[in-house]
């Protein structure tokens, strides 16, 4: 089976070890085990005594209890039976459209977005079709473009809330109307969420899963709970036909998840309010950071993320973007991603939510260049 090379994955394998400055990275600023135990408050000799003693079984196989009830409380109508753990969101992406999906269906996913949503779909030989997002309708889907394309018989809508490049964020009143285009044919509409309650606000951020009986979520606790080294995600839908074909298929690829992993998610879900609380703060904080730099550079443009950890910034240099990043990279040590990965020319990816030292001192380093490619 032939899949398109993954081209944001294949950047950051290839150049990530070694930046001086990443403001290429996703994630909100990853922290170890002592600061996990630090910042929740949770006694780490009683947990590591458990951790040691735990038998090296396959756990848990539909997972960890806990792990599963911290998960649904991000949720308002999730119960442990419509939670299915798997390895990351990536995994969890993955899973669906290896459980759902076959050739010949018809599967619509927006651009820009994570390649995994429209490149998996493609490989497996479904109908695909892309909404492209906008920068003048600030990359919020155009619902009469998507009812042209969402005809009978369509399977799957895809979506990415809060987006992933552009950081932006569809309100509940959007999710609703594209619900009402799915309904209409019976579709599932997957709606990636890595980085659901990284908003600028204190408004709850609404799940597709919570309101759409066919509304699949993925989440993980990579991006917002800066535990990428756990590898550990999931799926959540109250559609029961769907959760079944999900564990029918686990037992082919996954058949569990990591007993450690589950039980230190577990942690920081339990005390999810003090890990959302330092996640939203580094966000917000450095948001106004990136937002004054890019007003501040006259060879820049954007429009604002409203949540998550990245933007897409556009720059006016007749440079494409690979080069543009790689010469970059070499003359300063920023690292960032080139927009083509996302079928974005003449912009950058910049993720905002890795360190404020490094963001600043980054976002120089980039003006740096672009005044030594303007001279």
Known sequence: MYIDPFKVEEWMNAWEVGAKYNIAETCVDSINMNQLFDLTGEDKDTFLKKLCEKRLSY???????????????LYKTMGIENI?????????????????????????SIMPTYQQLYSIPKSYGADMQILKLKKENNYLPDLEELKKLVTPGTKMICINNPNNPTGALMPESLLKEIIEIAKSVGAWILCDEVYRHLSQTDEWCPSVADLYDKGISVGSMSKVFSLAGIRLG????????????????RDYNLISCGVFDEMLAAV?????????????????????????????????????????TTALVYYDLDIP???????MYKATGAFVTPGDCFEEPHSMRIGYAYGKEDLINGLNAISEFIKIKTK
Do not use: M
């Not at 960890?64 to 009830?69: N, Q, V």
């Open 234 to 249: 999931w799926i959540a839908t109250r559609d029961k036909a769907a959760v079944k074909s999900f564990l029918s298929h």
């Open 268 to 308: 920081a879900l339990k005390h999810k309010d003090k890990t959302l609380n330092r996640s939203c703060s580094i966000v917000r904080e450095n948001l106004v950071i990136l937002d004054e730099w890019v007003n501040s550079e006259p060879h820049v443009s954007y429009v604002k993320p409203q949540a998550g």
């Open 84 to 108: 299915v753990p798997t390895h990351g969101a990536s995994g969890a992406n993955h899973h669906v459209f290896y459980s759902l999906i076959s050739k010949g269906d018809r599967v619509v």
């Open 59 to 73: 756990g848990d196989i539909e997972g960890l209890p806990e792990f599963r009830e911290g998960v649904c409380s």
């Open 321 to 327: 973007s690979y080069e543009f990043c790689e010469e």
